[in-house]
């Protein structure tokens, strides 16, 4: 399977669960990984038989921009949902991050994979 990518797009968003999360915007990051058929989109270099990485990443700035999540696991979720339904996408590896979450720790998130290979 072929995998196209997006990594480290970052996106401000409420999250959390602690009533200062819910006052501030804090900013969140995706490493998405979607299992994709390129060969078509090679074959015949046009942009309607690829997995738009554009599109995908403009869709989830909309959405996670305007969300208010409690939990990161809740987003992840969603995220999934939306790659699987709306973008065709069959297997996909997500990765959703909150950089500098945790005093000592470059960032905390969990990683989630979803869908057949």
């Given at each position: 399977m072929d995998i196209v990518f997006i990594k480290d797009l970052r996106i401000n968003t409420i999250i959390g669960?602690?009533?200062?999360?819910?006052?501030?915007?804090?900013?969140?990051?995706?490493?998405?990984?979607?299992?994709h058929d390129i060969r078509r989109a090679a074959e015949t270099d046009d942009i309607q038989y690829?997995?738009?990485?554009?599109?995908?990443?403009?869709?989830?700035?909309?959405?996670?921009?305007d969300s208010e999540f409690l939990l990161v696991e809740t987003m992840a979720e969603q995220i999934a949902k939306i790659l699987m339904t709306e973008f065709d996408v069959?297997?996909?590896?997500?990765?959703?991050?909150?950089?500098?979450?945790?005093?000592?720790?470059?960032?905390?998130?969990?990683?989630?994979?979803?869908?057949?290979?």
């Open positions: 669960i602690f009533d200062w999360e819910r006052e501030v915007k804090q900013t969140i990051s995706l490493d998405i990984e979607m299992g690829a997995l738009d990485y554009k599109k995908v990443s403009k869709r989830l700035i909309a959405f996670i921009g069959k297997w996909l590896r997500l990765s959703v991050s909150k950089p500098g979450a945790v005093r000592g720790a470059e960032s905390v998130g969990i990683r989630i994979e979803r869908g057949e290979r």
